[in-house]
């Protein structure tokens, strides 16, 4: 990184992705921050294969602002946070940027209690969704319900955790990391993707409900479907099922 720490306006050079999450394996890339001054470019990343010295290895770079990280700090969703936790400088100018990064890293607490009641209530309407699949004999239907269903139960986890989401790919790996959880969630969640019932999706939901004490009726569940997914275009930001 030495050749890009010269260029001018970079402010720093910050570890992301599965090097700084723990998560790397052997032929992983490296994923790099690089901040530049608070002024957007159309060029938001670029791979660099030459500075690897193994086999398959390279950089994947980002270019983010200053601006950029304080609004993730500010409004980010949980996906746009974690890509912050863990991230480390190897080259800055100045140590503002650690303050920056811990800052944008941050479990948005303000969040925790709407998003967990939600989570729950998203998850029931999954095992509805479920349901009606089988009546419909519908081949999409049940697995939209099951991946649904095991995503808004294990964000509901997440949140009691105050871990953040960290988008799909890691999804599992940071349910199987939480400290606390309904016992036997894993293995129902797994067998419920790899064979969709009835049973199973009732048996994950009321593990969940019973494991944060949220208990809504179907009522309040449809009016917390509505708000947050079918009506979501109303406020913007994220999608629900990403935020």
Known sequence: MDAYSTQPGLVAIVVGGS????????????????????????RVTFSDREVADYEGGYADVKLVTPGFIAEVAERGSEPARWAFRDA????????????????????????????????????????????????????????????????????????YNRMLFPFHKWFMTELERAPERPAGMLGLARGLLRAPTTAAAAQLVSDVQDFTGIHPTMAENAASFMRRTEWSWRTGGAPFDES
Not at 19 to 36: K, M, N, T
Not at 93 to 120: H, M, S
Request: glycine residues 6%; charged residues 25%; hydrophobic residues 50%.
């Open 88 to 159: 480390f400088p190897v080259w800055s100018r100045g140590d503002a940027i650690d303050t920056a990064l811990a800052a944008a890293a941050a479990y948005p607490e303000a969040e925790r209690d709407q998003k967990l009641w939600d989570f729950v209530a998203h998850a029931a309407i999954a095992a509805w969704y479920l349901g009606e699949a089988q009546k419909r004999e519908d081949l999409y239907l049940p697995q939209y319900a099951a991946t649904h269903l095991v995503l808004y139960a294990g964000r509901a986890v997440l949140a």
């Open 19 to 42: 090097v700084a999450h723990g998560l790397a394996r052997p032929d992983s890339d490296v994923d790099f921050f690089f901040v530049v001054g608070d002024v957007e470019t159309e």
